[in-house]
């Protein structure tokens, strides 16, 4: 069960002490290794029908799972299902290993707010660097659309927070633009330098300003580990 019923942000279910039982750690760390994101539409599916087989085993669950093949496989996974009567989860459209971890937690008990718990937590300490570039609104996580590299770890010092926080702009605005390959102010000779180190894995470069007209840096490592958003004077 969930410890806040009213939750209505993913900031407010988020838990760094939530404990998860040993052999459900080790289920979905064998997905993961595993590539769940690699590979065709069948074979992604089949890595969530093993993950699926492995924690019913973990959990002595005998839920089922079906795919809704009538829905294109290109559609939200959002109407995905789970049925209590029948005990089966049903999912609909793209592969996504955050809906399925969603329905198995309604499938072990939980209500609403607590599968929100179960399933958000248990990503984002098994996927750190697939969490971190996630799109967050409300209880609900999606990937970040036409993202053109890794970002890695997202960092935004405080300078860079305050500034945002004075102008009422939240960083995601342009840690978006900056994955879809929107530098925002660069001159050519930075454009043309992005252009290289998106071809050849260095260094890329944004440049914004902010509506109360600070002007902010994106940066993203070379090794794509981290990006981070600064002020100028802090590069």
């Known amino acids: ?19 998860f039982e040993r052999r459900t750690l080790r289920a979905v760390r064998a ?22 087989a492995e924690l019913c085993t973990a959990t002595g669950k005998a839920t089922t799972l079906r795919w809704n093949l009538r829905v294109p496989a290109d559609a939200d996974s959002g109407g995905s299902y789970y049925d209590a009567r029948q005990d089966r989860i049903t999912l609909l459209g793209r592969p996504s290993v955050v809906t399925y971890l969603h329905m198995f937690a309604r499938a072990l008990g939980n209500d609403r707010i607590g599968a929100f718990r179960w399933s958000l937590n248990l990503f984002r300490k098994m996927f750190p660097i697939s969490w ?6 409300g209880l609900m996580v999606r990937r970040r659309p036409n993202v053109c590299f890794d970002m890695g770890r997202i960092v935004s010092t405080p300078a860079a927070m305050e500034a945002l926080a004075a102008a009422g702009q939240d960083a995601e605005f342009f840690l978006t633009r ?8 660069l001159d ?4 043309e330098a992005n252009a290289a180190g998106l071809r050849d894995g260095e260094r890329l470069l944004s440049a914004y300003t902010t509506l109360g007209g600070t002007r902010l840096y994106v940066i993203t490592e070379a090794d794509r580990s981290a990006t981070t958003v600064l002020l100028p004077e802090e590069y």
Do not use: C, Y
Not at 178 to 185: F, P, V
Not at 188 to 191: C, E, Q, S, V
């Open 31 to 52: 997905f993961k290794r595993q590539k769940p994101w690699r590979g065709e539409l069948q074979q992604r599916r089949e890595k969530i029908n093993a993950l699926h």
């Open 1 to 19: 069960m969930s410890r806040n019923l009213q939750a209505t942000t993913v900031a407010e279910v988020l838990d760094d002490t939530m404990l």
């Open 178 to 185: 900056h994955a879809r390959g929107d530098w925002g102010d």
């Open 188 to 191: 050519a000779h930075d454009i």
């Open 132 to 137: 971190s570039r996630l799109v967050i609104e």
